[in-house]
């Protein structure tokens, strides 16, 4: 198969995007050792006589498609494997077993290909959080997660460390005005942004009621233990940034898709759910098979949600650098909930799943936060296929919210905050330090995945109250 382009099934009158996309995604499986021409030959005779094609296992999809045909999808029934198919973990020791557990279980579907646990790992709801998975042409929404494509972005700004400390009041109120955090509610002014336009919020009908909130969701954040972050960075000397090793200002924020990316994982879960039946202690991995419609609708959607994630950061960090006068020098950004297609070392194409774990290819830049009070670090992946070219999302909770919130004071956090010179706005016990796995630790379990670039210290920081 050559380089079959959206382009090239507009011109034969494949107007609707999910029809596109299910034609891409047939194409790219059942196609392979077909010329452009030959498969764009195909799909103009399906267009034209879509009934003569309804009866193919793999063509009747797209015929179906054409003339409208929507008829429920018939559920299946899938049994496990009777022992999980082995996986590596990295920083195992530090790891509780119940995130053990459940990645056993991932790696009991028949669907499975391979599976990393990062050393970040705890317990998460379907796969644990720093659980990756590849599957074979299929999706499993919960394997993504409720907030798809949430991320880190980090701009690093055209000033010295020092700035940060000479412009400590209007940073502080810059964070106050310019940002917003929460399960409601919005920034005073309306945000502009590209995403707002795109065709899919009117081509899926369940997206179209979702649109008004994402209006109004744009550039804020969330609760938990997303953030909004000023604070100083150091480069190693030779980094893979093409930048002098030196400290330079940055800004850091970490957060998703909010109310549009929840809605998205809800829904098709629970169609996932209705038509692919598994054990009940598996039920919530139920999957989508990506030639299916609803497996292309929602990769579709969860493309959407992805990119409105990065929109958000987007504004977030033009709204600051604006309000303080600043300009970047550069923007490192990641996905780690999200669903890639990807190939493995042996040559098969998979579903790769990162349910918080940064993608860490050969020279792909990331970043790995610790905690209020520790770094953040900037890497470059090595590109493991042990670890399916991914690496920690974080340091990872080393206790719940409840028991980090009854284990931790108000005063006791302000004195932590204070001794490692953070200034915090909002935030919570439950994400106090101590909550968190030690940083240093999770980066030696993983050195073999990532090259450290960089190290990021937080000076001033806002989180969610509650």
């Not at 830049?365 to 905690?371: A, D, F, Q, R, V």
């Not at 296929?385 to 999302?393: I, K, R, T, V």
Request: aromatic content about 6%; glycine content about 10%; hydrophobic content about 40%.
């Amino acid at each position: 198969m050559g380089n079959l382009k959206t382009k090239d099934l507009t011109k034969i009158g494949f107007a609707n995007n999910q029809l596109i996309s299910l034609a891409l995604g047939i194409a790219s499986k059942h196609f392979k050792h077909h010329t452009n021409s030959q498969i764009i030959d195909v799909f103009t005779e399906i267009k034209n006589n879509p009934q003569l094609y309804l009866d193919d296992e793999v063509t009747g999809k797209i015929a179906a498609k054409v003339i409208g045909k929507t008829d429920a999808p018939a559920f299946k029934t899938f049994d496990l494997r009777t022992q999980p198919t082995p996986y590596k973990i990295y920083g195992g020791k530090d790891i509780e077993t119940v995130a053990k557990k459940q990645m056993d279980l991932a790696m009991l579907l028949p669907v499975s290909v391979q599976g990393a646990l990062m050393p970040d790992a705890h317990m998460g709801f379907g796969l644990p959080i720093g659980g990756v998975l590849a599957t074979d042409n299929v999706v499993i929404p919960y394997a993504v997660g409720m907030d798809i494509g949430c991320r880190m972005a980090l701009t690093i700004i055209d000033e010295t460390d020092a700035f940060i400390k000479r412009y400590d009041y209007q940073l502080r109120q810059a964070l106050k005005n310019h940002t917003h955090f929460g399960m409601e509610g919005g920034l005073d002014t309306r945000q502009e942004h590209e995403i707002l336009d795109s065709p899919v919020f009117g081509q899926i009908p369940f997206l179209k009621q979702l649109r008004g909130k994402a209006v109004r969701q744009l550039g804020t954040s969330g609760s938990g233990n997303h953030f909004v972050e000023f604070g100083e960075i150091e480069l190693a000397e030779n980094n893979s940034l093409g930048l002098p090793g030196k400290k330079y200002a940055a800004l850091l924020s970490h957060s998703g898709s909010r109310g549009l990316g929840a809605a998205i994982a809800k829904y098709y879960t629970q169609v996932a759910m209705n038509t692919c039946k598994l054990p009940r202690h598996a039920q919530q991995l139920a999957w989508l098979d990506l030639n299916s419609e609803a497996g292309q609708e929602y990769w579709l959607t969860m493309t959407l949600a992805g990119d409105y994630a990065k929109a958000c950061h987007e504004r977030i960090h033009a709204n600051l650098l604006k309000a303080v006068g600043i300009k970047p020098v550069m923007v490192i950004e990641n996905h780690h909930n999200f669903a890639w297609k990807d190939t493995l070392a042996d040559g098969r194409e998979v579903i790769v799943h990162r349910k918080g774990a940064t993608p860490a290819h050969a020279g792909e830049l990331g970043i790995i936060p610790g905690s209020i009070t520790t770094p953040a670090y900037v890497v470059k992946g090595r590109g493991a296929d042990n670890a399916l070219f991914s690496a920690s999302h974080g340091a990872g909770r080393a206790m719940s919210r409840q028991k980090a919130k009854d284990g931790m004071t108000v005063s006791a956090m302000k004195k932590m905050l204070a001794n490692a010179d953070v200034e915090l706005i909002g935030g919570s016990v439950e994400e106090n330090p101590l909550a968190y796995k030690d940083i240093e630790t999770v980066m030696q379990a993983q050195k073999e995945l990532v090259d450290i670039q960089g190290k990021f210290t937080p000076r001033i920081a806002r989180m969610n109250k509650d």
